[in-house]
C-alpha cells in the first residue's frame, strides 16, 4: 500500500460542500470533492470527461494549522446598471495549512506525482481566486493513509512550528472510511460528475480522529532551562 503526500497551503483557501445561491461557504478542511478536483485539472481532465478512475482513491486529511475564518462580500450591478444586484457573500480560511494522504496503486500515483509537478490546467485550492503557495507535492509514501499522516512530522509554516515549544502535537484528521465505522461521519461531496449541465455529489463516510506527530523544529536550548536548586549544589 502505498500513499501520495500533498501539502496545501495558501494565503486563502475555500472549500465549499453547500454553498447555495448568495453565499458560498468554505468547510474547515479540503474536501474530497475538491482534492479530486485539483488531481483532474493536474492530469487536464475536463469537467465533461470521466472521472471514475479518481473515486476510487482514498483521501486523507491532517490539519497542520486550521487558519482563520475570513468573510469577504461582492457587489453587482444589472448589466445596464440600473439595479443593484443582492450582495454575496464568500468565506474563506486564512493562513491554513493542511497535509493530504491519497491512497491507492501505485502506478496511479506515480502519474498524480507527475502531473502535479507539471499540472495541465492552473490548480487551485477548492476557489479560482485561490492558487497554491509553496511546494504541493511531497512524495509517494510506503503504508496507507492513517500510517502516513500518523507518522509525517508536522507540516506548519515554520514560524506555527517554532512556537510550538513541545516535541509533539496533536493534529485533527479527517479520513475516508467503510460506512458504519465508530465516529464516523456521512457527507456528501463524493464528486460522481463535474460537468456543469448535471454536476452531482454522492455521499461518503468520514472519521475524525487526533494524531500524535514530531514537531521538526523542537530543539532543547540549555540556557531555557531554568533549575534554582543548581546554585545549591555545591552546598554540602
Known amino acids: 500500500m502505498t500513499a501520495l503526500l500533498l501539502r496545501l497551503a495558501a494565503p486563502l483557501q ?88 491519497v491512497e491507492g496503486d501505485q502506478s496511479t500515483l506515480d502519474g498524480l506525482s507527475a502531473a502535479l509537478n507539471r499540472p495541465a490546467f492552473p490548480l487551485f485550492l477548492g476557489r479560482r481566486s485561490c492558487p497554491p503557495a509553496g511546494k504541493l507535492e511531497h512524495g509517494i509514501h510506503e503504508g496507507d493513509v492513517e500510517h502516513v499522516l500518523r507518522t509525517v512530522p508536522w507540516m506548519a509554516s515554520p514560524r506555527i512550528r517554532q512556537c510550538h515549544r513541545q516535541p509533539q502535537v496533536q493534529l485533527d484528521t479527517i479520513i475516508d472510511c467503510s460506512p458504519g465505522s465508530a465516529g464516523s461521519d456521512v457527507v456528501r461531496d463524493d464528486p460522481i460528475s463535474f460537468d456543469p449541465r448535471h454536476r452531482q455529489y454522492g455521499w461518503h463516510t468520514v472519521a475524525h480522529r487526533p494524531v500524535t506527530v514530531t514537531n521538526p523544529d523542537y530543539h532543547v536550548d540549555d540556557r531555557d532551562v531554568h533549575d534554582p536548586m543548581d546554585l545549591l549544589g555545591s552546598v554540602s
Open 14 to 101: 475555500s472549500w465549499g460542500t453547500s454553498s447555495r445561491f448568495v453565499r458560498r461557504n468554505t468547510d474547515r478542511a479540503p474536501s474530497r470533492s475538491g482534492i479530486i478536483g485539483l488531481l483532474a485539472a493536474a492530469k487536464g481532465i475536463r469537467r465533461i470527461d470521466p472521472i471514475q478512475h479518481l473515486l476510487e482513491l482514498r483521501i486523507g486529511v491532517r490539519v497542520e494549522q486550521p487558519g482563520q475564518l475570513e468573510r469577504d462580500f461582492q457587489t453587482a450591478r444589472t448589466r445596464d446598471g440600473s439595479e443593484s444586484m443582492p450582495l454575496s457573500y464568500r468565506f474563506y480560511l486564512a493562513d491554513a495549512v493542511f497535509a493530504v494522504a
